[in-house]
């Protein structure tokens, strides 16, 4: 008896060794924590003459780092909705400096859906092929307000899609098509009937695609629509066709657009997102950018350590500037692992008139 007696608590104790690193292993999935670095004077890219706004990052097999942003000419005011084209910079790090290359994909016939504007890109690399998803659209060209405004064409705003163009090489030539990627649901009543916008996607453990969209519906009156919310899609490819998912995500009570600019990865077992708070929904920190989580791509929560950064940056030289905005979240990963978190930024200049500006933070990860 004692000798089975000294088996069973063998056992016991092995198993209990067993199992604590795996509880263990739980609560540092729990802590996963995103922590920004100090940014080099050489990460941040601006232009003289050309207003930019966010980027986007991947690596090609000639060893160079490809950003692809928005850009339109400063001297149209904030005419992002109207005017934008994307852009290629290229770099020897994924911090920079980079050096504009040339325009990846610009205006063509205004006929296209995609004809006048094209906008907040997101690239990737599945397979040997590159693709970069933007938002697109077209209209009557005209730019409401001046410098220092910021007021949107209502024609342009709501004719927005999304969009996919493809390329053997980050350098391409772009494939682009003549028809959306992501159209809006013929439903009125859909939470996507008005407009959808602002693409992010990232590939499953288990095999295909999932697309996060900033989408509006018509329930609220007026030109505008509402409310805004996000969606989610799934495919087989990454240029689909996308089944959607009718339940929105990144919700808070009480607020019609709590949520815009999210990122999505697969990292540890769950999806991430980085996405921009609006007004303090998240946390009590105001507009700033916060984590989600999910175990499938379709139920979210808000991280424990929810907070990713408020509107400041931390340069290298010990300075920390304060700015208007600090959104479009991209982020460039290594081997499944973040990297750089890039940005796009804006600070006031000496007449009150927003001159923006990329940059690329460090990223520290811990879990």
Same mark, same amino acid.
Request: charged content about 25%.
């Given at each position: 008896?004692?000798?089975?007696?000294?088996?069973?608590?063998?056992? &016991?104790?092995?198993?209990?060794?067993?199992?604590?690193?795996? *509880?263990?292993?739980?609560?540092?999935?729990?802590?996963?924590?995103?922590?920004?670095?100090?940014?080099?004077? %050489?990460?941040?890219?601006?232009?003289?003459?050309?207003?930019?706004?966010?980027?986007?990052?991947?690596?090609?097999?000639?060893?160079?780092?490809?950003?692809?942003?928005?850009?339109?000419?400063?001297?149209?005011?904030?005419?992002?909705?109207?005017?934008?084209?994307?852009?290629?910079?290229?770099?020897?790090?994924?911090?920079?400096?980079?050096?504009?290359?040339?325009?990846?994909?610009?205006?063509?016939?205004?006929?296209?859906?995609?004809?006048?504007?094209?906008?907040?890109?997101? !690239?990737?690399?599945?397979?040997?092929?590159?693709?970069?998803?933007?938002?697109?659209?077209?209209?009557?060209?005209?730019?409401?307000?001046?410098?220092?405004?910021?007021?949107? @064409?209502?024609?342009?705003?709501?004719?927005?899609?999304?969009?996919?163009?493809?390329?053997?090489?980050?350098?391409?030539?772009?494939?682009?098509?003549?028809?959306?990627?992501?159209?809006?649901? *013929?439903?009125?009543?859909?939470? /996507?009937?008005?407009?959808?916008?602002?693409?992010?996607? &990232?590939?499953?453990?288990?095999?295909?695609?999932?697309?996060?969209?900033?989408?509006?519906?018509?329930?609220? *009156?007026?030109?505008?629509?509402?409310?805004?919310?996000?969606?989610?899609?799934?495919?087989?490819?990454?240029?689909?066709?996308?089944?959607?998912? /009718?339940?929105?995500?990144?919700?808070?009570?009480?607020?019609?657009?709590?949520?815009?600019?999210?990122?999505?990865?697969?990292?540890?077992?769950?999806?991430?997102?980085?996405?921009?708070?609006?007004?303090?929904?998240? &946390?009590?920190?105001?507009?700033?950018?916060?984590?989600?989580?999910?175990?499938?791509?379709?139920?979210?929560?808000?991280? *424990? @350590?929810?907070?990713?950064?408020?509107?400041?940056?931390?340069?290298?030289?010990?300075?920390?500037?304060?700015?208007?905005?600090?959104?479009?979240? %991209?982020?460039?990963?290594? @081997?499944?692992?973040?990297?750089?978190?890039?940005?796009?930024?804006?600070?006031?200049?000496?007449?009150? !008139?927003?001159?923006?500006?990329?940059?690329?933070?460090?990223?520290?990860?811990?879990?």
């Amino acid at each position: 008896m004692r000798y089975l007696a000294l088996i069973l608590i063998t056992v &016991t104790l092995f198993s209990s060794c067993k199992e604590q690193p795996k *509880k263990t292993l739980k609560e540092k999935k729990q802590d996963y924590k995103i922590e920004l670095g100090e940014v080099k004077l %050489q990460s941040k890219f601006e232009s003289d003459t050309m207003s930019i706004w966010g980027g986007s990052i991947t690596k090609g097999d000639d060893g160079l780092y490809h950003m692809f942003y928005s850009r339109w000419k400063k001297n149209l005011g904030w005419a992002w909705v109207t005017h934008s084209e994307i852009a290629h910079a290229v770099a020897e790090s994924p911090f920079g400096p980079f050096k504009f290359k040339d325009v990846a994909l610009g205006i063509r016939d205004s006929k296209l859906w995609d004809g006048l504007c094209i906008h907040n890109p997101t !690239v990737k690399k599945y397979g040997n092929k590159y693709y970069l998803y933007y938002m697109g659209n077209t209209g009557d060209g005209k730019v409401f307000g001046g410098p220092g405004e910021i007021k949107l @064409n209502p024609i342009h705003r709501n004719n927005q899609r999304i969009g996919v163009a493809v390329a053997d090489n980050p350098n391409g030539p772009w494939e682009r098509f003549d028809k959306p990627l992501i159209d809006v649901s *013929k439903d009125s009543t859909a939470i /996507d009937a008005l407009m959808v916008s602002n693409p992010s996607i &990232t590939k499953r453990p288990e095999g295909g695609y999932l697309l996060v969209y900033k989408a509006v519906g018509k329930k609220k *009156k007026g030109i505008w629509g509402g409310p805004v919310v996000h969606c989610v899609a799934a495919s087989d490819s990454p240029t689909g066709p996308f089944v959607k998912y /009718d339940k929105p995500i990144f919700l808070v009570k009480g607020h019609d657009f709590p949520a815009e600019d999210p990122f999505i990865w697969y990292e540890s077992g769950k999806y991430r997102a980085i996405l921009k708070d609006m007004h303090g929904a998240f &946390t009590d920190a105001g507009q700033a950018l916060v984590l989600f989580e999910s175990l499938d791509g379709f139920d979210w929560k808000l991280s *424990k @350590n929810a907070l990713v950064s408020t509107l400041e940056i931390k340069w290298e030289d010990g300075t920390v500037q304060k700015v208007e905005h600090l959104e479009r979240p %991209q982020v460039y990963l290594e @081997n499944g692992i973040p990297k750089v978190l890039v940005c796009a930024s804006d600070v006031k200049d000496s007449k009150g !008139v927003l001159q923006s500006f990329n940059v690329q933070i460090p990223i520290k990860t811990k879990k």
